[in-house]
């Protein structure tokens, strides 16, 4: 090996995974992170991980090489693809290696595999009331104020006179000076825009 070359490698920046290495579901979370931020290199990474097993789940059933590296190949692109949803999966294996299988079965018999599900349909996620309600009452009173902190003065008002003092319809309209028919889609957009700043919340402590 050149000197040159040796040089270019050691000016390359160390691995983030090798720097924390953190071990199992937590490992893949991080790089969860980083490939759904767009980063290529934690893709790589990934592959270093989990190509192994991808590739002898392919072979055992393909019993061909090729097919069994381009399953493991296929089934990254498709990762990648939907990647902005990864962060909502608690491990990315069990996925890629559904997405190996389906490939190298495909490619076996000579037809187009199945359309894989949605990343963000095999989450795991516990739904937000849940999460919500499993937290002590002072955080869950917490993270509710602080998601009405979040919204624009009208829908804030109009959730918390319906909400806080049950004030009808017409009382809410009254109090916000704004007709009747305007107090439903302020609660609408309100309750959407909070659900939204709660969910945020709990993923981001999640991970």
């Not at 931020?37 to 192994?52: S, T």
């Not at 991808?54 to 190949?73: C, D, G, P, R, W």
């Not at 037809?111 to 795991?124: E, I, L, N, Q």
Request: proline fraction near 7%; hydrophobic fraction near 45%.
């Amino acid at each position: 090996m050149s000197s040159n070359s040796t040089s270019s490698i050691a000016d390359q920046p160390p691995s983030r995974r090798q720097a924390s290495a953190p071990d199992g579901a937590a490992l893949e979370r991080q790089l969860a992170r980083w490939i759904a931020e767009g980063d290529e290199a934690a893709l790589a990474e990934l592959l270093d991980l989990v190509g192994p097993t991808l590739y002898a789940v392919a072979f055992k059933i393909t019993s061909n090489e090729q097919h069994a590296t381009a399953a493991v190949e296929e089934s990254l692109v498709e990762l990648w693809e939907q990647r902005a949803w990864l962060t909502r999966l608690p491990a990315l294996s069990p996925w890629i290696v559904e997405r190996s299988r389906a490939w190298a079965i495909a490619l076996r018999n000579g037809v187009s595999p199945s359309a894989p599900a949605p990343v963000r349909d095999r989450s795991g996620d516990v739904p937000l009331s849940r999460r919500l309600l499993r937290c002590p009452q002072p955080i869950r009173v917490a993270r509710g104020m602080a998601a009405l902190d979040q919204l624009g003065s009208p829908e804030c008002q109009a959730l918390v006179l319906a909400l806080r003092a049950g004030r009808p319809v017409a009382e809410i309209a009254t109090e916000l000076g704004t007709s009747v028919d305007q107090v439903a889609p302020l609660l609408r957009d309100g309750l959407h825009n909070a659900r939204h700043t709660l969910e945020q919340t709990l993923r981001r402590e999640a991970l």
